[in-house]
Structure formats: structure tokens, C-alpha cells
């Protein structure tokens, strides 16, 4: 009987490390494929030429520019609207009617499928707005999208820092705002910041929203303002690897564009992690 | 005095407007997305909508059915929720219970890759690698089937599922399983009979985020299931083709004009996309707040 018990441990725990051991695999596997075949098609004329014959040669400089737009107007909408939302929710909200709603109203955006946004945003910004498809309305997609993101971080940022700094500085007659100012903002800001950054990655791989509100299969020159329509990495990816007739012969130019969109996710995170760990110790001391 | 005590209030007003825009934004979702579904009702009949087994958006007369595309969805998601939960949970049992505090904090960021590759890559991947490889083993015409596209959408809701069992199952209370042990349970018993049970509300809550998760993807399955609106057998339709509500709208949208039927019709596909998402996010919060009261 009890050595029974010690056999179904056994197996039981090699089936877990084999479980765990494929998770590992999957992600080992995926990143050999994309860097293995993606670092020979990256140089600098990579990423600083236009595409050129029918974008079977050349750069992806238009689709990197794009990616870049939305990520600032992006990150610039979301990001004061998701840190003021998050103070209102940790520092000064009551549990009641109010606050359940914002709550769910956030819980419920986060759910959301990407694609869900990218109909509200052509219906609302596209369309009734009159923003028609340009960076203006798939920023702005994109901003609902990450909102719930970056108030979420916020929140944790703003919930890691004692009370006994809010109650010290209260009890010393400074006020409320102020108190949060001065006294709770300083040390939760990195990791408000680290929502944002994180978010980055977010607004750099999303597609099916951009592709409902503005991003363009190719344009021959950059877009010159927020009205414009625009390229970007995921929908450039995806329109090589699905579309044309060239699928083939354009290979390495889509590996190539993957493994910018891989570093710049990889990049943020690995960010985004190291300042929220700093910071940490520093609170910690 | 007076004039702090206005400024105070000023910022309290300020940013409770910030916090009611997630509110504005939700409203504002639905209002948008039902006006212009509901609109399709005005000339196709809801009935047809919602039981009509065709989706041919531009053949003559048009059909709109939603159950192929509703059923594409749930082959895939089903598929998906099959083969990442069993992985996803042992792999969160290992790193919480098994695994040396030092592999654990090299396993979780790991994990978390998987949640920051963008879909499309997904998407990419699987059409380059896995498509191939399906259609070689299986001796089928095409490798961009249900089952593809359910691979690569349980990958992608790996990182969910284990991060949140994960949370579910270290924040049991040491007592418990130390209790377990003293009656001379050995250490896998106490965790399929103590442990997991008394983390099994926030390993659900896990689970239904993972199926959202599924569900709404769009990219992946778009690029890897093949795109053919028709009703999948189960298990048969699992190796054939199919389309999803998601990759409907994404695949079609470009091509519609606006305001006619069929871009209503998409609107109304996003509704119900919607609507069950709610649903499943409403049910895995409730779950997740109520094991949070327990423990």
C-alpha cells in the first residue's frame, strides 16, 4: 500500500515535469524558429528602406514608423487617463455602487477580444467622429485597449506603497492631494510606468484592430499626419504571409518583420520587468 | 482654507471623470456595436440569423447564418481548452508545489513570453511550421484546420491559465497541507486531494479566462484554420477547415460597403462575440472574488 503511494507520486510527478518541460519546449521552439530564420533578412537597410517592387525587396522603414506612431498616441492617450483612473480607484473611492461599476466596466474592457474594439473604433471614430481610417482613430482604438492594462499596473504600483507614508503625512496636516503628490506618487511611479511600458508591446502586436481603422496594405510614402492612413508591423506580416503572389519569394522579408515585432515585445518586457524588480528593492530598503 | 479645500475637490472630481471614462468607454462599446448589429434586423429577420445553417454574405438571396461561424468558434475554442488546461495546470502545480524556488523564478517569466508574442506572429508560426506538419502526419488535403488553429490558440492561452492557477494554488494556506502531511499523506496525495480542491474556484476562474482568451483571438485562427464557413462535424470537423466569428469580421470587413447588410451583419457577429465574452468574464470574476472570500 505504501509503496503504491510512492509509485503514483513518481508518476505523477514525472507527468508534471513533462507538462512543464513542453510549456518550456513551446517557447524555445518558437523563438529558434523566428530568430534562426529572421536574424539573416535584418540589417540596416532592413529597417531603414522603403519597400520596394511590389514589396517583394527593400525595408520595412514605413511599417516600423507606423508601429511607432500608435505606440505614442497610443501610450499618450491611455496612459494619463489609465494613472489618474487608478489613483481615483486605490486612493479615494469608496466600496459602493460607484466603484463596482468601474471595476467591472475595467474587468469587462480587458476581456474584450481585440477585434470587438476595432468594429467600436470604426463605427465610432472612423465613421461617426469623421476621423476616417488614420493613426488619429486606430491610436485612439488602441488606447480603450490598453486602458484596462495600464489602470490595472497602476493600481498594484499605488497599493505597494505602506500606509503608514499616507497616515505620517496626513497626520502632519498636509492634505489629501497633496499627500498623494508628494508623499505617495514618488515611490509608486516606476511602477505605473511599468503598465505603460508593457503595454508598448500590446499596442506594437495588435492587428485586428488597426486593421478595421486605418492600417493600409502599402502606401509609397510615410504618412504626414494623424489623419493619414498608415503601415504597420503586424498588418505587414500578415499581408506578406497571406496575400500576393509572392508569398514564397517574400519569406524572408516575413521572418525578418516577425523578429523585429519578437524584439520589440521582448525588449519591453525585459524592461518593464527590470524597473518593477529595482524598484521593488528600493521600497524594500 | 477655502481655496485648498476647492482645489482638493477639484482633483477628487477630476479623477473620478478618469475613472468613470472606463465606464464611458464600455457604454459607449455596446451602444456602437448593438446599434449597427441590430440594424441588419431591419431587412434580414433575426429568426434567419440566428438559425439558418449558411453563411454566404454575397450570393443571391444573401444568407447570414451565425451557427456555422458560432460552432467554428467553439470546435476551436473546445479544442484548445482540451489540450491547455490539463498542460497549463501541471505546469502551474510544478512551479507552485514541485519546483525549486530558483527554477520557479526562471519558469514564470519564461511562461510569460508566450503571453507577450503578438498573435500575428502566432498566427505566422503556425501557418510556416504547423500547417505543414498537420498536414504531413494526419495525410490530409490541407493542414489548416480546426485542430491547428486549436494547437496554436492553446499555446496562447497557456500563460493565463498558469499564471492565474498558479496564484490559485500558493495562496492556499500552508496550514492546510501541512495537515495533510502529519496524517501521513505523502506529497501527491496532499496536493490532488488538499491542494488543488481547495484551489479549484480560482483554477476555474483560470480556465473561463483562458476560453475568452480563445475565443476573441482573431489573428491566429484566421491565419491557420482555413477559413470555410461551414458547419464543423465534432470530432471530424476538428481535421477540416473552418471559420470563426473573429476571423469573419476581419476577413470581410475590408471588403463591404459600409452601411449595407453584410457590414451589418458583421456587427451583429461582433455583438454576440461581445455579449459571450461578457458572459464568460462576468462568471470567472465572480468565481475569483468568491475564492477569495473563502481563503
New interface residues.
Partial sequence: MFSNAKLNEKIAFGLLKIATGMVVAFVLVILYYIVSNGYSAISIEFITEMPRSRMTEGGIYPAIVGTLYLIIGSIAVAMPLGMLAAIYLTEYSKPGKTTWAIEMAINNLAGTPSVVFGLFGLAMFVKYLGFGASILSASLTLALLILPVIIRASQEALLTVPKEYREASLALGVTKWETIRKVVLPSAIPGMITGAILSIGRVAGETAPILLTGAAYFLPRLPDSIYSQFMALPYHLYVLATSGTSIAQTRPIQYGTALILLIIVLCVNIVAVSVRSHYRKKLKR | MLN?QL??KG??S???A??????L??F??CI??F??GLLLFENYPISSFLTDTKWYPTSEPEHFGLLPLLLGSLIVTVGAILFSV???I??A???SE??DPKISNI?K??????A??????????G???LVPIVQKTLQIPTGQTALTGSIMLG?MA?PTI?SISEDAISSVPRSIKEGSLALGS????T??KVTVPAALSGISAAVM?GV?RA?????TVM?VTGNSAVIPGFPSGLFAPVRTM?AT??LE??EVP?GSDHFHA??AI?SV??IT??I???I??YIKRRYRFNL
Fill in positions: 485648498r482645489k482638493e482633483i477628487e477630476l479623477l473620478f478618469a475613472g468613470a471614462a472606463a465606464v468607454a464600455l459607449l462599446l456602437f456595436l446599434k449597427d490539463p498542460l497549463g501541471a505546469t502545480i510544478y512551479i514541485l519546483a519558469l517569466p519564461v511562461t510569460e513570453i508566450l507577450g508574442i503578438p498573435s500575428v506572429v502566432y498566427g505566422f508560426f501557418l510556416v511550421i499555446i497557456l498558469i505523502t506529497k501527491w496525495q496536493i490532488y479566462l475568452g475565443i476573441g483571438e482573431t489573428m491565419m473573429t469580421i476581419a470587413m475590408g459600409q458583421l456587427f461582433g462575440l461581445f465574452t461578457f464568460i468574464n462576468i470567472a470574476n
